[in-house]
C-alpha cells in the first residue's frame, strides 16, 4: 500500500514474518495490521509538525515514519533493545524506557501532545486498567489533540468470543482485547473504524 508520494510502506520497516503472514492469511491476530497503522499514520500528519507521544513504540515501525515527515517523537517502551533500535531512525525522539502499566516517565508526563498512539500495546492493561489510563492520557493532550489506539478490537464482546472460537489454540490468554461498546459507556466520544474481523482503531479526541 502507498501513501502519499514519498510511498510509505510499512513491509519495509522490520515487518515481522509472523505479522507478515498473519495480515496476508487475514488471520488473527495480525489481520488489517498495516491498514490499523495506515490510517493512524494518515490522521496524525493531518497535522503538520505534530508532537506525538506513541506508548510501546517497539522499534518505531509506525513513529520512525512520522518523525520522517516533520513530527517530533516522544516515547515509552520497555525493551532497551527497542529502545537503542528506535533511537537510530529517530535520534532526536525522546525514548524512555519503563513499563507503562505502571506509569508513564515523568519527562513524558511534562509535555502535552497532538496526537498520542498506541498500536499493538495496550492490550496489556486489563478492562479494568484501560479506563483511568486513557483518562491519563487526555489530560496529556492539547485542545483538539487525539489519541489513536490500533490494535486487536472488537465492536462488541460476542465479536471477541467469535474470534477466540475460531482461534483455538492461538488465542493468547494473556492479551485483553478492546471491546468498543464497553469502552464507550466511559468515553461517549469513543469512535471505532475496523479493518478486519479482529483489529480496528480506536479514537478519542480531547
Known amino acids: ?21 498473519s495480515d496476508e492469511s487475514g488471520t488473527y491476530p495480525f489481520a488489517g495490521y498495516r491498514e490499523v497503522l495506515n490510517h ?12 506525538v507521544l506513541d506508548i510501546g513504540f517497539g ?14 517523537v516522544w516515547g515509552q517502551d520497555f525493551s532497551e533493545k527497542m529502545i537503542a533500535i528506535a533511537g ?17 516517565h515523568p519527562s513524558l508526563t511534562a509535555h502535552r501532545y497532538d496526537a498520542i498512539v498506541a498500536t499493538y500495546s495496550l492490550h496489556h492493561l486489563t478492562d479494568a486498567q484501560k479506563p483511568p489510563f486513557l483518562r491519563s492520557l487526555l489530560a496529556l493532550l492539547r485542545d483538539g489533540g487525539k489519541i489513536f489506539i490500533g490494535d486487536v478490537a472488537f465492536r462488541t ?13 492461538s488465542w493468547d490468554p494473556d492479551e485483553i482485547y478492546f471491546v468498543y461498546d464497553e469502552l464507550k459507556e466511559f468515553f461517549p466520544a469513543l469512535e471505532f473504524t475496523p479493518f478486519s474481523h479482529c483489529a ?5 479526541a480531547k
Open 1 to 21: 500500500m502507498l501513501l502519499n508520494g514519498q510511498g510509505f510502506d510499512l513491509w519495509a520497516d522490520g515487518y515481522d514474518k509472523d505479522v507478515g503472514l
Open 40 to 51: 493512524i499514520y494518515r490522521e496524525v500528519l493531518r497535522k503538520e509538525g505534530a508532537d
Open 59 to 72: 522499534t518505531g515501525t509506525l513513529t520512525a515514519k512520522l518523525y520522517q515527515n516533520g513530527c517530533a
Open 88 to 104: 537510530q531512525k529517530m535520534p532526536n525522539a525522546c525514548l524512555c524506557a519503563g513499563d507503562f502499566t505502571k506509569g508513564l
Open 157 to 169: 464482546r460476542e465479536e471477541l468470543e467469535r474470534c477466540r472460537r475460531e482461534a483455538g489454540d
Open 200 to 204: 480496528g482503531v480506536l479514537t478519542l
